[in-house]
């Protein structure tokens, strides 16, 4: 029951006129100050414009209205009072707790989808692609912020009603991916992942790194040459020495650095006309790349509907470019390229889509993509998971998408910057922190954790805990922060058990358990069995007036606004929002745990108490469910 609807009845039925609908009434319900102990509040200033008086006066109109007689008709209005023009409600938080935790009893599922269940609202159709990987080195720690961001997003929206698919794209070609192609070719001996027992994206990894050091060794030779060359360029036209500029380039040109760059762009070359021995070469790594992302994926819980290449769609946006020019909304020039001109702040004057030799860029695959999408899934919306540094990549794209009259909703989920204690990740000195170590180092100190915690453990169950742990530890940590903004990952933080951390909201679901347990050993009926993990057949919630103490009754408020947390998640894309309401839960819990006997308490309220410790649980599991986090009945 949404108890806002309620009070939007109430007034509705005191303020009887027809132009002020139930639906309005709702909308201008907002949650108190914090400050101010009421649950919600009406600025009257949002009335004036049906009721001809001040905002003070309205206040006090509405105020006389709500007579003791009256408000005994409702008794989950406990108290109403005025500041300013703001009326004020209290609600009773023994009425409202039994409604609340009988529709968590029933389906918490249910029970958290409600604001969108409420609406009636037509469930919407999203694609949400993410992370995109280039298929040359393993993923790291900004593919992780950006997997579990799609992946929760993904999960919210799914909680809310929303279809939602999930599709992912391997950047498998290009000049970047030849470069890892060109060290293996000239320094693997025919190794594989398996003689050199190692991961097969880290095994591709490790040649990518050979050829930046390669590259990096050859360079030292011709730099100056290369310094004096952008010198000279940078002077202006008639004063540069077109003779010089020749030479320099014919030097760095005929150096080993040049003979490299020259290789790697007959490779692209030869990889485009399907070269057979080149062909070969580049699918056998992408195997192996596109191998180890699968396991990567699977630590992770990652799945996708479907996997796009761009190896097999980079040259097929040209018929959309055409029938740009044809609708007049590209332009061709002279020498043969493809141009957009804008004319709006904060995108460029103009961006090209065919280069004059013919060649498409990414831009006009990703246009491809965009209608192959559609295509597939016949979305409402796209959402693109991709880093703030491609803000501007996106907004053409958008603009571009727009001009051709694709009516769905794009969004580009710009996320922030992610370092480390040590500083930004680098890819090309080999000094990137992949993902997959990452989770091999919490995995580590998380074990450590649980060596001193859990002795009686065998070592198998030792390593799976800390696991759970560990991933734990890293989800919670990367998801409560905005997605927006750049933070630093500390690895050691995020294992704490105290603070706003996974470990410590997983304490307090087992915490819970625990309770269950010592309850079952003396043969006290629970509403949960964490032995069996089994949830009680029966479980009648008798009248909350035995309940005094204020953690209980700030837990039933954070349980009622779960509905709200959820839709609120979901509408304005922030997860975080749910990661920081899980934390306040588990906190206020706390502190009813060390202020609330349970088991030693007289049976009815050890009961009532029992089963709003059962509440805590499931609204617990199903929330760190949607962050993809698994819970332990003890740690």
Known sequence: MDFKIRLAEVLSEILDDSAISIQYLTQIIKKANKNIEADFAINSFALKKYIKRSGLEIAQEIHKSLSLTFLN????????????????????????????LKQIFEDVNSYASSNFIKKKKKPERIVIEYPAPNTNKPLHLGHIRNMLLGQTLSKINKCANNEVFQVNLFNDRGIHICKSMWAYDKFGENKTPESENIKPDHFVGNYYIKFAQEESRLKKYVQNKMNLLEYELKKNPEDQDIVIIQELRKNIDRSKYGILQNDLKEMLIAWEKEDKNVRILWRKMNDWAENGFNQTFNTFKIHHDKTYFESKIYNKGKKIVENGIKEGIFEKLDDGAVIINFHKKKLPKQKVLIRKDGTSLYITQDLHLAYQK????????????????????????????????????????????????????????????????????????????????????????????????????????????????????????????????????????????????????????????????????????????????????????????????????????????????????????????????IIKEKPKLRKLRLFLCESIRRVLKHGLGLLTIDVLTEM
């Open 73 to 100: 008709q409702y008794p989950f209005i406990q108290a109403v009072f005025i500041d300013g023009p703001y009326l004020n409600f209290k609600l009773n938080k023994k009425i409202i707790g039994k409604e609340v």
């Open 374 to 597: 559609m295509e597939d899934f016949n979305y409402t919306k796209s959402i693109y998971v991709i880093g703030n540094e491609q803000d501007m990549q996106l907004r053409v794209l958008f603009e571009i998408l727009e001009k051709l009259g694709m009516k769905a909703e794009n969004i580009h989920y710009s996320y922030g910057m992610i370092n480390l204690t040590s500083g930004k990740m680098k890819s090309r000195e080999g000094t990137i922190v992949d993902a997959d170590d990452i989770v091999e180092e919490l995995k580590l100190l998380a074990l450590k954790e649980v060596q001193k915690r859990y002795s009686n453990l065998t070592k198998d169950e030792m390593e799976k805990r800390a696991l759970v742990i560990a991933l734990a530890s890293l989800r919670f940590f990367i998801i409560k922060y905005d997605y927006s903004r750049d933070f630093v990952f500390d690895p050691k933080k995020s294992l704490e058990f105290e603070g706003e951390t996974g470990p410590y909201i997983l304490y307090s679901y087992a915490r819970i358990c625990s309770i269950f347990k010592k309850a079952m050993e003396k043969n006290i009926e629970t509403p949960y069995n964490p032995i069996k993990e089994k949830i009680a057949e029966k479980g009648n919630i008798e009248n909350l007036s035995l309940l005094e103490n204020e953690h209980e009754f700030k837990l039933i408020e954070l349980l009622y606004s779960y509905p709200e947390i959820i839709s609120n998640s979901v509408n304005q894309m922030k997860p975080h929002i749910l990661a920081r309401y899980l934390y306040e839960l588990a906190q206020e819990f706390t502190g009813f745990y060390h202020s609330c006997p």
